[in-house]
């Protein structure tokens, strides 16, 4: 599979058609359209996710959890993220996605701030989609991160917990 898209030919009459060119031109391109990489986790864990950090931490920097590393060809990544979660004693939940730095990206956390997303209420459903522009070919890192104004927040995480018993998830994809 090509690496790269090909400028199609502009076929004139009488020009011989080969199996090179129409593999150039024809199912490489379309490979290109299709490939796309990505990495997704549902999380289904054993125990919930916490914090008490006023600053951005990791929510989990497992690699394959909420931490995923893609090689990209070059160009725009959507990155989304969906949970059910609480903060507890009055305090703010804040969400934000954190980016490798490349040569062509300073990297740091996509949001700035206070973030992409903020959950103020007991219990929410939070989520966001966003969309990285122009990231550099090569391999980058995306790492869902968080931190509360005060108190704890939590993520519930598939731990089994009644009427809790969420699943939250975070995913990276780069688009053709």
């Known amino acids: 599979m090509t690496a790269q898209w090909t400028a199609p030919l502009t076929w004139q009459d009488n020009d011989l058609v080969t199996a090179a060119l129409?593999?150039?031109?024809?199912?490489?391109?379309?490979?290109?359209?299709?490939?796309?990489?990505?990495?997704?986790?549902?999380?289904?864990?054993?125990?919930?996710?916490?914090?008490?950090?006023?600053?951005?931490?990791?929510?989990?920097?497992?690699?394959?959890?909420?931490?995923?590393t893609i090689n990209t060809v070059g160009g725009d990544v959507l990155i989304g993220f969906t949970s059910g979660l609480v903060s507890n004693g009055g305090g703010s939940t804040y969400f934000d996605v954190y980016i490798d730095p490349d040569g062509s990206d300073p990297g740091g956390r996509f949001g700035g701030d206070d973030g992409l997303a903020r959950q103020t209420d007991a219990y929410e459903y939070i989520s966001f989609v966003i969309v990285k522009k122009g990231l550099a070919a090569g391999s980058h890192t995306f790492k869902l991160q968080w931190k509360v104004s005060a108190s704890t927040g939590l993520i519930y995480a598939g731990a089994g917990a009644a009427g809790n018993d969420t699943h939250p998830t975070f995913w990276v994809r780069e688009l053709p």
Do not use: C, I, P, Q
Request: hydrophobic share 40%.
């Open 22 to 68: 129409l593999n150039t031109h024809l199912r490489d391109n379309l490979e290109y359209l299709k490939r796309s990489s990505a990495a997704h986790f549902l999380a289904n864990l054993a125990s919930n996710y916490s914090t008490t950090s006023t600053s951005f931490v990791d929510v989990d920097a497992t690699a394959g959890n909420m931490a995923h």
